[in-house]
């Protein structure tokens, strides 16, 4: 190599290494600028759990007991003739609300009718001749002092008015027999109530012996039912009444739907010991006819009022090995295990006695997803169960 191209090489290499020396230079400044705050960021967590919560609050909760019950009709009328006859007329519709002394049925009273005339006309007769007796013996009584009759005619006399007086006495209760049977012709309702299916036709002869009858007519307003309970309700049934009235709902067999709202009228005076069960009867006004004769529901009576209790949600109570616990929801919205002590529950609230303060909140949904610490968001509701909010009292 000559000098020329020695003298060449040098700036060249000059270059090339200031270059990398530089390149090494941003490279480091690069590092020290992003390389640490890189390496703090830390990886992103998973994503909140959605969840619906309640908070924990005092309220008055109801409580009951609730039986399976058979409703029964106040009063049942079978409506029967009291004297043999034609059945002329039916008065009544099938189906029919009727009134307490309303027609029901007509029998041909002609029979009926003559008798009590002729009872009638032989009271007037034997009248009659009671005045003749009695004017008779009160001439004979005018003549016995100047001895113009003897003794013995005043007292058959006598004899015979006392004998037809008797005998009015028979008449006037011969009369009001033809009377009571004449009045039998006309079937009238002994209550108020409904009638059912006609049992006899209009044309048919009818007899005080006949069991069938002519209609039943059972009362629908008030009406009653009659339950079972458990024999262990039978002291805080018996500290209900001890109070006051005690307030019992008649519900369809699937709890849905409240038929109706009476009272509890009486507990049976004793428990059938082969099913360790009582029976009470409970009245309902039945102003709707929503219960009827021989209809299974359930009813549910209202036995205390627990004031001023705190109270949860019962979907937000678990079951775990320990007993029951639930997820409360802290301010940072993590969840942390709480155990819990619960008393009665009522129409999906619970009585909580201890592990709760007012005013927590705690989880109601999903809690299957749930690990102590994880992180929570509220869920938005759906539209059919705002809807049931909105409709529920």
């Known amino acids: 190599m000559n000098a020329l191209q020695r003298h060449w090489q040098r700036p060249r290499a000059r270059m090339v290494l200031g270059t990398c020396a530089l390149a090494a230079l941003v490279a480091a ?19 909140p759990v959605a969840v619906e919560m309640a908070t924990v609050g005092r309220a008055t909760v109801p409580l009951y007991v609730e039986g399976l019950g058979n409703v029964q009709a106040f009063y049942t009328a079978n409506i029967t ?3 043999d006859g034609e059945l002329q007329r039916v008065a009544f519709v099938e189906g029919q609300m009727v009134k307490r002394g309303q027609l029901l ?8 009718q003559a008798a009590y005339d002729q009872a009638v006309a032989t009271e007037a007769k034997d009248a009659a001749q009671l005045e003749g007796a009695k004017d008779a013996f009160e001439r004979y009584k005018k003549l016995a002092p100047q001895n113009l009759t003897s003794q013995q005619t005043i007292n058959a006399q006598r004899a015979l008015v006392e004998q037809f007086e008797a005998q009015l006495k028979v008449d006037r209760a011969i009369i009001d027999n033809a009377k009571t049977q ?31 009858g002519i209609v039943v007519v059972t009362q629908m307003q008030p009406i009653s039912i009659v339950f079972t309970l458990p024999e262990d309700d039978l002291v805080a049934v018996n500290q209900a009444l001890a109070v006051g009235a005690v307030s019992a709902t008649a519900l369809s067999r699937d709890d849905q739907t409240q038929l109706d709202i009476g009272t509890l009228a009486l507990i049976d005076n004793q428990i059938d010991p082969n099913t360790a069960t009582m029976r009470l009867k409970a009245v309902f006004p039945n102003q709707r006819n929503t219960l009827w004769p021989g209809q299974f529901v359930n009813v549910r009576v209202l036995i205390q009022q627990q004031k001023d209790v ?22 940072d919205s993590t969840v942390e295990v709480r155990a819990l002590k619960v008393g009665e529950d009522s129409d999906g609230m619970v009585i909580v006695t201890d592990g709760l303060s007012a005013g927590e909140r705690v989880v109601t949904s999903n809690q299957y997803r749930l690990q102590p610490g994880a992180r929570v968001r509220l869920q938005a509701a759906e539209p059919a169960k ?8």
């Open 386 to 393: 705002i809807a049931q909010r909105s409709a529920a009292p």
């Open 29 to 47: 400044v690069a590092w020290l600028t992003h390389g640490p705050a890189t390496a703090a960021a830390p990886p992103a967590g998973p994503n």
């Open 182 to 212: 004449l009045d039998y012709t006309r079937i009238v309702s002994p209550i108020d109530g409904r009638t059912g299916i006609r049992k006899v036709d209009p044309g048919n002869n009818v007899h005080a012996s006949d069991t069938g």
């Open 81 to 83: 003739a009291r004297v």
């Open 310 to 331: 705190l109270t949860l949600p019962s979907a937000a109570i678990q079951h775990g090995p320990d007993g029951l616990f639930t997820y409360v929801v802290k301010p």
């Open 105 to 112: 049925a007509q029998i041909d009273p002609r029979p009926n």
